[in-house]
């Protein structure tokens, strides 16, 4: 099956740190990439898509400035935190489509100190 | 706009039993469909999808889902429920067009030995 691999797996660092977290799809070309993020015990919420070479589209409330995302192939994009805070810990997961279904990738639990 | 709904925080039931996790859904014309089972720490597993045809639709780990188009309904079931189908299930739509999934909050099933 199709399979979206996420690194890293878990990040703990420094308050005005950035962080990159990686989303690849190992065996098929991703025309639709997603960010999400994740709160304990709640749903997912939607950050942004990015279609390869083309800027990503942020759901409202969504910062860009903050969370940078490249699509720079058909299986890669990467979310960057820029100057992570406290409040910017969570659990973030990517998810790739093309056709149906979407998958996703396991899953990045961040947290700033 | 897209919206689901799973009513239930929590579902119990006991190995062996029949079980079933409700879901509600509204979309603008003919909906996708999904069930995603999430593990602690992990993104989420695609368990089975309807897009057309039947409307009972066979899944993974011997999980399926019936599609009520009068109800607006896609509750997952499984006849025999296991330890290990404990977790955390999202049920999750989209319309035709090329958005992004919407997910309902999810419910936590327990099975209990």
């Known amino acids: 099956g199709a399979v979206v691999s996420q690194h890293p797996s878990w990040v703990i660092c420094k308050s005005g740190t950035s962080v990159k977290i990686e989303c690849r799809s190992l065996d098929f070309q991703a025309t639709t990439m997603f960010w999400y993020r994740q709160f304990p015990k709640q749903s997912l919420m939607l950050m942004a898509t990015?279609?390869?070479?083309?800027?990503?589209?942020?759901e409202q409330g969504v910062e860009k400035d903050k969370f940078l995302i490249n699509h720079a192939s058909l299986t890669l994009s990467t979310l960057t935190v820029t100057s992570a805070h406290p409040e910017d810990s969570s659990f973030y997961i990517c998810s790739a489509r093309t056709g149906q279904p979407q998958h996703f990738g396991d899953g990045t639990r961040l947290s700033i100190l | 706009a897209q919206s689901v709904a799973q009513p239930e925080d929590q579902v119990n039931v006991a190995e062996g039993n029949p079980l079933t996790v409700k879901c509600t859904y509204s979309v603008s014309g003919n909906p996708y469909l999904f069930w995603y089972v999430q593990y602690p720490n992990r993104g989420l597993q695609f368990l089975l999808k309807?897009?057309?045809?039947?409307?009972l639709v066979k899944g993974s780990y011997g999980f399926e889902a019936e599609f009520n188009k009068s109800q607006t309904s896609f509750h997952l079931k499984k006849p025999s429920a296991l330890v290990s189908d404990s977790a955390l299930y999202f049920c999750a739509v989209r319309d035709m067009g090329n958005t992004p999934l919407v997910f309902g909050k999810g419910t936590r099933l327990s099975v209990i030995a």
């Open positions: 309807y897009i057309t045809g039947d409307n």
């Open positions: 990015s279609n390869e070479g083309s800027k990503a589209t942020y």
